[in-house]
């Protein structure tokens, strides 16, 4: 059964610190990944998509790379800004329309 | 990109009664919609998955007669909470996903809907 890691559950950093988020699966046959941002009692909204055959996704600030043999996922937040603090999960889908499965989060506080 | 509206986005509910909430793909026809459930500080859990037209596939532990899943036609599905009692506090978010053929879609979320049964 496919379970989703996030380290470390929380971070704490000034405002304009360059940060890393990290994902991990145990199940590397996954289909996608994809990383959300998710802000206190709100929806969420979706980061970057990482196909299984691409390396990496890059929007605006943000960088996702993504390596299936060893199970992991990185998000790069280059800059960090005091809107940027929320709730960032990452979530894998095993095969092509199955349910996404997500890992607990990282809560990020940027302060300015 | 795609957009899923849920409602309602709050609901507060005494215990015993039944709750409806509601989800539609607006500008696209989804075969698949799944509900999650997220409690304080937890991730997503994954309840249901709904296809159009046919019975709802429920995960271990979850009571499929406690919540009914109908999903009537390619743009709306609903979760309904029969019975509500306090521990079904919860935030509820569903997830759509476009017809065949657009396998590599991102997945479109619903703003989530807030259960607090009193």
């Known amino acids: 059964k496919q379970e989703v890691t996030q380290i470390p559950a929380a971070l704490s950093v000034p405002e304009g610190e360059n940060l890393v988020l990290n994902c991990s699966f145990t199940?590397?046959?996954?289909?996608?990944l994809q990383w959300f941002r998710q802000d206190p009692g709100k929806g969420l909204t979706s980061l970057l998509l990482i196909q299984s055959s691409q390396r990496e996704q890059t929007s605006g600030r943000l960088n996702a790379s993504l390596d299936k043999s060893s199970g992991r996922s990185t998000l790069y937040i280059a800059a960090s800004q005091p809107g940027d603090s929320a709730t960032y999960l990452c979530a894998v889908r095993s095969q092509a329309g199955t349910a996404l499965i997500f890992g607990k989060g990282t809560t990020l506080s940027v302060s300015s | 990109g795609a957009v899923v509206s849920q409602h309602p986005s709050r609901v507060i509910c005494k215990s015993g009664t039944s709750v409806k909430i509601e989800c539609r793909s607006l500008d696209f026809q989804a075969t698949t919609m799944f509900w999650y459930r997220q409690f304080p500080k937890q991730s997503l859990m994954l309840m249901a998955t709904?296809?159009?037209?046919?019975?709802?596939?429920?995960e271990q532990g979850v009571e499929k007669d406690k919540f009914l899943i109908n999903h009537a036609s390619l743009t709306l599905s609903t979760l309904t909470v029969t019975s509500a009692h306090p521990e079904d506090s919860s935030f509820y978010i569903c997830s759509a996903r476009a017809v065949a053929g657009t396998e590599n879609t991102e997945a479109f979320f619903g703003q989530g809907t807030r259960l607090t049964v009193v």
């Open positions: 709904s296809n159009e037209g046919s019975k709802a596939t429920y």
């Open positions: 199940d590397s046959a996954i289909y996608n």
